[in-house]
């Protein structure tokens, strides 16, 4: 087991600079109260780009500048290809079985080929088309209803459940009827696994764990959670060996975990507990990004009429003679998807990316890092940093900055750009990248073409509150209430 102990710092280490620390809390009192990535920014702004911060116990470097970012994701990325797993996590994940919080090492090297030749390849991405297709058609029927009668959408409940039934259904397939409550269990492990509770800022009092609460509170998630993916695993195992095995397009990605767990040949022991924590991650790292993500763009859009009239024009007159967006046809559009980048580089969805663990003393731009230490890049900080977002208003949603001959022509969030960093970049990068823009593709065209969308009560549409929620990823915190105004007819209605 790995030691979740501070490592030890000083004797002689060149240490990031930081801020004052308190005995037990460390640097929390400068955090406490704010939304972290926030307020993180303002601490590098007088501490610098490489920053030691304590979080309660624990060693936390933040990275805030696209130099300092590029060598911990680039040159030393292999020093720090680490996640550190949380007292939460630890039970949550079964001990880190999973893929995302798996520490680096042959089980993660595994279950990352695993994800990316079979479960989030370009082609399984395209095998759930229809998935999308079909669940977005659902969600378009519901929003004609509303324009039918004068009403608004609250949109994160309409694009959650449409993401949601579109993940749920390509990772687990149709036939799922503990659906409702195995998303609510999940919110709430999302929740927890958020950090910033006692059982994580001081993992290694096993009492604050018990008196708080939280460890209870895992250990309940975790039952719940995983005793429905239980049933899914069961109820797929019979229904193979039924069928006889098989393989195809058509399977969803329990299918094919337990192809992949039949096969001969493996060099690891890929046993069903796994399989349990992959179908976890994939449901819980699927949905709540790429809902955030669809929530902040029409946001964006309304917030700024001129970027939705572009983008809404070329939405229809690409798709006008088919009466409906086909996913197929989406990189014809140019425009929507600047919109996209530009509602990624203002909204990361996981802001703070996912914590990375030093895995052997490292130095960055010229600190040393100790190993073990947690090391978090503020992306949403790079994202709206003036200093790579020349014009004098990085604040400001403007998607032609990406058009050729803007300032910003070129920059893609592909992992090689380290001031935009949505996927973050290097061993780590997110895999389920393709998996999630389809949705948000398909979706947001889908959204522009058939309806235009007002925020009714709000005279001037720059005063539409943007103010974000804590998190683990960066929800909006008031309703976005929109009314849709039917001006393509949907299909079925
Ligand atoms: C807009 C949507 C999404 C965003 C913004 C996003 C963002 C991220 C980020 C920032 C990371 C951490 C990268 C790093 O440490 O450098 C990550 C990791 C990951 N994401 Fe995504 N993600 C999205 C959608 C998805 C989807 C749809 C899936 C799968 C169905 C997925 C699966 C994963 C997995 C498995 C990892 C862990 C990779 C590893 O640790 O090796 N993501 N994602």
Redesign the pocket.
């Known amino acids: 087991k790995r030691q979740l102990r501070a490592p030890a710092h000083g004797h002689g280490l060149r240490l990031a600079p930081g801020p004052w620390q308190l005995p037990v809390i460390g640097s929390l009192h400068h955090i406490a109260g704010q939304l972290p990535h926030r307020a993180m920014r303002d601490l590098a702004r007088r501490h610098g780009p490489v920053m030691l911060l304590r979080i309660g116990e624990v060693p936390t470097v933040v990275v805030s500048s696209r130099e300092a970012a590029r060598e911990v994701?680039k040159t030393h990325d292999l020093a720090f290809a680490s996640?550190p797993l949380s007292p939460t996590l630890r039970v949550i994940l079964n001990d880190g079985r999973?893929?995302?919080?798996?520490p680096y090492g042959d089980h993660?090297r595994q279950?990352?080929k695993i994800?990316t030749v079979e479960?989030?390849s370009a082609r399984r991405v395209q095998s759930f088309r229809a998935v999308r297709e079909e669940e977005v058609a659902t969600a378009l029927r519901a929003c004609a209803e509303a324009a039918a009668a004068g009403a608004v959408v609250e949109m994160h409940e309409r694009l959650s459940a449409l993401i949601a039934d579109a993940?749920v259904r390509?990772?687990v397939g149709d036939r799922f009827e503990s659906r409702d409550v195995f998303l609510r269990a999940l919110d709430r492990a999302v929740e927890l696994a958020a950090g910033f509770n006692p059982a994580d800022l001081w993992p290694s009092s096993r009492l604050v764990g018990r008196l708080s609460g939280v460890m209870r509170r895992a250990h309940e998630c975790y039952d719940a959670v995983f005793g429905i993916i239980d049933g899914i695993v069961k109820e797929h195992q019979q229904r193979m060996t039924a069928a006889g095995g098989g393989s195809g397009m058509d399977e969803d990605l329990v299918d094919v975990l337990l192809r992949i767990q039949d096969d001969a040949g493996l060099q690891f022991p890929f046993d069903v507990e796994i399989i349990k924590a992959v179908i976890f991650?994939?449901?819980s790292?699927?949905?709540e990004?790429?809902t955030?993500?669809l929530e902040w763009a029409m946001a964006e859009l309304v917030r700024n009429p001129r970027a939705m009239e572009t983008a809404t024009t070329e939405v229809r007159r690409a798709f006008a003679a088919h009466g409906a967006v086909r996913e197929h046809a989406l990189g014809e559009l140019r425009y929507l998807h600047l919109v996209i980048r530009e509602t990624?580089r203002l909204h990361?969805?996981?802001p703070l990316?996912?914590?990375?663990e030093c895995r052997e003393p490292c130095r960055v731009l010229g600190y040393d890092v100790p190993r073990g230490t947690t090391v978090v890049?503020n992306?949403w900080a790079l994202g709206r940093d003036e200093r790579y977002w020349p014009g004098g208003d990085p604040e400001a949603f403007r998607p032609e900055r990406f058009e050729d001959g803007g300032e910003a022509a070129g920059v893609e969030f592909k992992?090689a750009d380290f001031e935009l960093?949505?996927?973050?970049?290097?061993?780590?990068?997110?895999?389920?990248?393709a998996?999630?823009?389809a949705?948000?593709e398909l979706a947001l065209a889908s959204l522009l073409f058939h309806f235009d969308w007002e925020a009714p009560g709000i005279a001037d549409p720059a005063e539409l509150d943007m103010t974000e929620a804590f998190g683990i990823t960066t929800r909006r915190k008031a309703d976005l209430l929109l009314r849709p105004i039917l001006r393509v007819p949907v299909p079925g209605v």
């Not at 999973?98 to 798996?102: K, L, M």
């Not at 990316?353 to 990375?356: T, V």
């Open positions: 994701m996640r999973d893929i995302i919080f798996a993660w279950l990352r994800c479960l989030l993940t390509a990772v991650d994939m449901v790292a699927g949905t990004t790429t955030t993500t990624l990361p969805a996981a990316l996912l914590p990375r890049v992306a992992g960093l949505p996927f973050g970049s290097g061993r780590r990068m997110c895999p389920g990248m998996f999630g823009l949705s948000v």
